[in-house]
């Protein structure tokens, strides 16, 4: 069984950056794609960005409130994927989740993903 653990998140002042990192495991962690996404209370869980991988090549896929300022990045040997996040606004203040698929779907939905970490808290203050 696929296991995900995020960390990385905290309180920063709006312009800073944070870095998440998440942990992948498990004996047949070969995802798909993995994404992060992000939840406010009462809110849906909201898409930020995703990697898809296509044999040798990947794409990206990120959306457009934090185009520019986020970045995905993971790293194949450690089975370990980031969100590199600047210029942070109050409005990025959310819980963001990493997930992973080992399937197919649109990999900007949350639907399309099987395996899920616990979240990590990123506060930003104005």
């Known amino acids: 069984q696929v296991q995900l653990v995020e960390s990385g998140g905290g309180l920063v002042q709006a312009g800073g950056s944070l870095r998440l990192s998440c942990a992948g495991s498990?004996?047949?962690?070969?995802?798909?794609?993995m994404g992060w996404f992000r939840q406010v209370p009462g809110q849906e869980r909201e898409f930020v960005m995703s990697i898809l991988w296509t044999g040798p090549t990947h794409s990206t896929f990120t959306t457009s409130t934090v185009n520019g300022r986020f970045t995905i990045a993971k790293d194949n040997s450690k089975n370990a994927l980031y969100l590199q996040m600047n210029d942070l606004k109050p409005e990025d203040t959310a819980v963001y989740y990493c997930?992973?698929?080992?399937?197919?779907?649109?990999?900007?939905?949350?639907?399309?993903?099987?395996?899920w970490g616990q979240g990590t808290q990123v506060t930003v203050s104005a």
């Open positions: 498990g004996p047949s962690f070969r995802p798909y794609a």
């Open positions: 997930a992973a698929t080992s399937g197919g779907g649109n990999v900007m939905q949350a639907t399309s993903y099987d395996s």
